[in-house]
T-cell receptor, first 114, second 115 residues
Framework: EDKVVQSPLSLVVHEGDTVTLNCSYE??????LLWYKQEKKAPTFLFML????IEKKSGRLSSILDKKELFSILNITATQTGDSAVYLC??????????????FGQGTRLTINP | NAGVTQTPKFQVLKTGQSMTLQCAQD?????MYWYRQDPGMGLRLIYY???????DKGEVPNGYNVSRLNKREFSLRLESAAPSQTSVYFC??????????????FGPGTRLLVL
């Protein structure tokens, strides 16, 4: 059964700290891994990773994939209170009639205290 | 562009009542999806529509039906609501083309409480 597991489930840090969120996966026919940020409402897309060892970066956020060990990490440096959110990791599995079925992890709830 | 829109934002139902959650997208996407999100469970796929005129079951379809009304709209119906269907429901859409860099775009969600 396809599975995505995130850790930790919850993390509380102080503003300015650096955090690392983890995502491991077991999916047949791996194509890509996606990170989403979910504040109060809809998940918003952060990164898509398809190749091992190539870091994707957007401001203070960065992510990397290890296809050999089947995991990804999301780093946030110099955290700000606006980074407080649930971070979701997802992997598409079987393509059915062109639709990608996303398998989500449980999410990591990140709280940044001032 | 509004992206993906959902109505209503919040709904309270009594057990046994029925309702339809509406979803529309203006990105000309072919594929649309309905997920539910429960605490500690991540998002789970209820139903999806790969293209206009087709629908298929996801992981947790029991108690739900869907209609792909046209390319823009995909509705989710609860025929007889149960407390176990209390959840936050998200609609999403993506392009049809099976590219490796395809992603899904999510609506703002509908919070449903079944008493």
């Amino acid at each position: 059964e396809d599975k995505v597991v995130q850790s930790p489930l919850s993390l509380v840090v102080h503003e300015g700290d650096t955090v690392t969120l983890n995502c491991s996966y077991e999916v047949t026919n791996f194509r890509s891994l996606l990170w989403y940020k979910q504040e109060k409402k809809a998940p918003t897309f952060l990164f898509m990773l398809t190749s091992s060892g190539i870091e994707k970066k957007s401001g203070r956020l960065s992510s990397i994939l290890d296809k050999k060990e089947l995991f990804s990490i999301l780093n946030i440096t110099a955290t700000q209170t606006g980074d407080s959110a649930v971070y979701l990791c997802a992997v598409p599995n079987v393509l059915i009639q062109g639709a990608q079925k996303l398998v989500f992890g449980q999410g990591t709830r990140l709280t940044i205290n001032p | 562009n509004a992206g993906v829109t959902q109505t209503p934002k919040f709904q309270v139902l009594k057990t046994g009542q029925s309702m339809t959650l509406q979803c529309a997208q203006d990105m000309n996407h072919n594929s649309m999806y309905w997920y539910r999100q429960d605490p500690g469970m991540g998002l789970r796929l209820i139903y999806y529509s790969a293209s206009e005129g087709t629908t298929d079951k996801g992981e947790v379809p029991n108690g739900y039906n869907v209609s792909r009304l046209n390319k823009r709209e995909f509705s989710l119906r609860l025929e007889s609501a149960a407390p176990s269907q209390t959840s936050v429901y998200f609609c999403a859409s993506s392009e049809y083309i099976s590219r490796v860099d395809e992603t899904q775009y999510f609506g703002p969600g509908t919070r449903l409480l079944v008493l």
